[in-house]
């Protein structure tokens, strides 16, 4: 038996694995989905909303585990799992990206964001520098992260996204190859993504190697639109030694 920890993107919150989480649970692995500070059922300022912030709580979850962890991050949830991986390297069996940004140390997710001419996010980004945060335009967030998902699908995850917090978008990791560097990486690619393009996830991957490279046939939110194969990746790694008996 395994233990995966599922981390949410930008703007969205743990909800967006709910049909993921099954079925990993259901081939006798442990679960858990987090909702990172002011996403989901986890209220707090945006002044608490911070990389900081998100990457101790990842960390406090890993370590309450137990045993080494599968740590999943989507999206911006890539530089939340980074950085985390930097407190806590020898909790965590496998880092994966699931169309995620894969930062360097003092990258942001703006800067590993910015020129991508496939994104549909930042043409359709609407920042609120007084409050802090930035949300993408109504009309454009179907497309963008949602694009082979039903209209119902889409509809009910819409209904859930909230304003995203400047800090998080803004600040750089900091990490060390020695630290979160050691962790073994996994990325899955999704090539129908219009909110990071494929040649960026892959950009992403060649910078920052990773152990193995899996693509799927999928929008930016393959936890909707494509579960069962998204699943059936992650299962293929979990540590031989936790394998469900």
Known sequence: MATFLLVHGAWHGGWAWQRVAPLLESAGHRVDVLDLPGHGDNPAPVSEMTLDANARLVADRVEAAGEPVVLVGHSMGGISITQAAELVPERIATLVYVCAFLPGDGQSLAQLADGDPATLVLPNLVVDEAAGTCVVKHDAL??????????????????????????????????????????????????????????????????????QVFTLDADHSPFLSRPVELAEHLLGLAPASQSAG
Request: charged residues 25%.
């Open 142 to 211: 179907q497309a963008a992260f949602f694009g082979e998902c039903s209209d119902e699908d889409a509809a009910w995850a819409i209904s859930q996204v909230v304003p995203e917090s400047l800090a998080v978008v803004g600040t750089p990791v900091r990490i060390t190859e020695e630290r979160a560097g050691s962790v073994p990486r996994v990325y899955i690619e999704c090539e129908h993504d219009r909110a990071i393009g494929i040649a960026r996830q892959r950009q992403m991957w060649a910078d920052r190697p990773c152990a």
